[in-house]
């Protein structure tokens, strides 16, 4: 009798268990999705700042070769440790597709239009696909939006725009117009990472690692058949420095990826599109930190509306 009251009623290790499910070192599962966003928008910067420096040197489909590449190979070493089969069930089939098609579209689009238009009107063209992804988690995922999320996404947009500043929008001293293709192939660009965002949502039940590795695959074999195509040939004879720029493109594209893939399969496609807008903020700092550009006031206050959109977006995920 007595060693029967000595038991607890409910057991200690499902008490345990339910804590470890709803938090990650003590970070609330509710914000661990935007967290996670966040930290994949500070690791494509510094992936940003590695492709810069491989441009002087490679093609930009060939600095995409190798990212995807020795990426998918790391990746594979990661469903390994976890124990991952590589098999995909039939229910994922779709939403895996579109995740591979519309990231894919997003780098080659993408590509063109930083190639065809001035760098600044390019990333905020591309940048519209945070926007594109709230509106379509709404749409297609029935996502509620409340005035916050909303306002935040705007607001956020706004930010982005001061600190790129493109001519489209400032003016310059020339009368050039961006070319019409270019400017339709990044909107091309954005709408296909848009659709891959969203289509996550769809993959919350598949291991994060076999969504990247299919991902991965396909744009390996996409940048070597237009590396093909153009008759342009992988360089393997590269200096030490090109070598080591080379693994931090696959080292710092797996974890960009592993990080977004798991943020957006654990939030909102709409709150966790707003948290990427911080990606912008992170190369301003690298450009300025690293190149000692000159601040301008209108990047101080977009970098300041970013940030702030992006505080009061986490502050209301704690609260809801």
């Known amino acids: 009798m007595k060693q029967t009251e000595a038991r607890p009623l409910l057991p200690t290790q499902s008490l345990q268990e339910t804590r470890n499910a709803d938090s990650f070192f003590g970070i609330p599962r509710r914000i661990q999705g935007l967290l996670l966003v966040a930290l994949s928008g500070f690791t494509f910067s510094l992936l ?11 093609p930009s489909m060939e600095t995409a070769f190798w990212r995807s590449a020795v990426a998918c190979l790391l990746n594979l070493v990661a469903m390994q440790a976890y124990g991952v089969s590589t098999r995909v069930e039939r229910q994922f089939w779709a939403p895996l597709a579109i995740r591979c098609v519309g990231g894919c579209c997003g780098v080659v689009f993408g590509f063109y239009a930083m190639q065809q238009l001035v760098l600044a009107d390019a990333s905020v063209l591309l940048l519209t696909s945070s926007v594109m992804t709230f509106f379509l988690g709404v749409l297609v995922l029935n996502e509620r939006v409340d005035a916050i999320n909303l306002g935040s996404a705007f607001f956020s947009f706004i930010g982005v725009i001061c600190v790129c500043r493109p001519p489209i929008i ?143 977006l986490v502050l209301h995920r704690l609260h809801q």
């Open 170 to 312: 400032f003016g310059s001293a020339s009368d050039d117009h961006p070319p019409l293709l270019g400017v339709l192939s990044a909107f091309l660009a954005a709408a296909g990472e848009a659709s891959g965002y969203v289509s996550m949502r769809r993959l919350q039940e598949l291991h994060f690692t076999v969504t990247i590795h299919n991902f991965l695959v396909m744009c390996t074999v996409v940048s070597s058949l237009w590396l093909a195509a153009t008759r342009n040939t992988i360089v393997l004879d590269l200096s030490v420095s090109l070598w080591c720029a080379v693994l931090a493109l696959g080292v710092l594209g797996f974890l960009g990826q592993l990080f977004l893939t798991r943020g957006y399969q654990l939030e909102n496609a709409g709150p966790a599109s707003i948290m990427r807008y911080l990606d912008i903020v992170f190369v301003f700092i690298w450009d300025t930190v690293f190149l000692h550009e000159t601040i301008s006031a209108w990047s101080v206050v977009g970098a300041v509306i970013i940030c702030t959109s992006a505080i009061v």
């Open 48 to 58: 940003s700042a590695v492709v810069k420096y491989t441009s002087y040197s490679m």
